[in-house]
């Protein structure tokens, strides 16, 4: 049975992904912060192996990373993130901002760096990272979030460059859009339940080719535009 590997597991998005999985049988590896606070997590029936994973440790990330070196990985799912202040122009919060960026953007290239050996040794070798329409460029309207926003616009910009420099180990790389899904996250009046959005993803995720690689895509299965 194939393996997913992915961050910020203890709630929302992230634990939707892996009920999903495990309920299709795979073996999943599920990164978050507090393993002893994760009960609705370890509870999911299947074969789940929570790891204690803050993405902006490295040590934590890298000791994860040994303990299953002989372990391919084929789906690697960059799924922690955090929103940041909710600050419009003129009142940033440059201390929040960076740590924005430290857990959305480096955490998330840090844990690409430490599994692309595990990917590159699976039969997959998927790469997802969970990026938003609010990181669209072309879909800025509305200006703000300022923090949030150009976090995932560099994870676009990751999902572009891993899609060239990872493209010879045969590893495809896309960026996801979830939908605004009801989450701590997105809130009690969001469009879809984190089962909608996953159920999306799935689709898209699940019959990637390697024609794909390097693009975006919404939860609904159209692409998105940079
Ligand atoms: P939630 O706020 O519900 O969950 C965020 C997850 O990220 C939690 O598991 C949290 O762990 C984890 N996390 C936060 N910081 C770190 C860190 N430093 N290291 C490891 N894990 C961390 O959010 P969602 O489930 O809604 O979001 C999941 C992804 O989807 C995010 O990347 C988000 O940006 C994206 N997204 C969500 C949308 C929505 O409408 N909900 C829309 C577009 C994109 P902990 O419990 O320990 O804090």
Known sequence: MPTLLITGANRGIGLEFVRSYAESGWCVHACCRHPDKAKELKEIPGDVNVHRVDVTD??????????LRDQPIDLLINNAGIYGPRTGFGEQDYQAWSEVLQVNVIG???????????VSQSELKRIVNISSQLGSIARNRSGAAYPYRTSKAAVNMITKGLSEDLEEKGIVVISVHPG?????MGGVKAEITAEESVAGL????????PEQSGHFYSYDGTEMPW
């Open 108 to 118: 998330l290239m840090r844990t690409v760096e430490r599994f692309v050996e595990h």
């Open 180 to 184: 605004w899904v009801q989450t701590d």
């Open 58 to 67: 490295e040590l934590q990330v890298a000791n994860v990373a040994r303990s």
């Open 202 to 209: 799935r689709a898209i995720i699940d019959n990637l080719t």
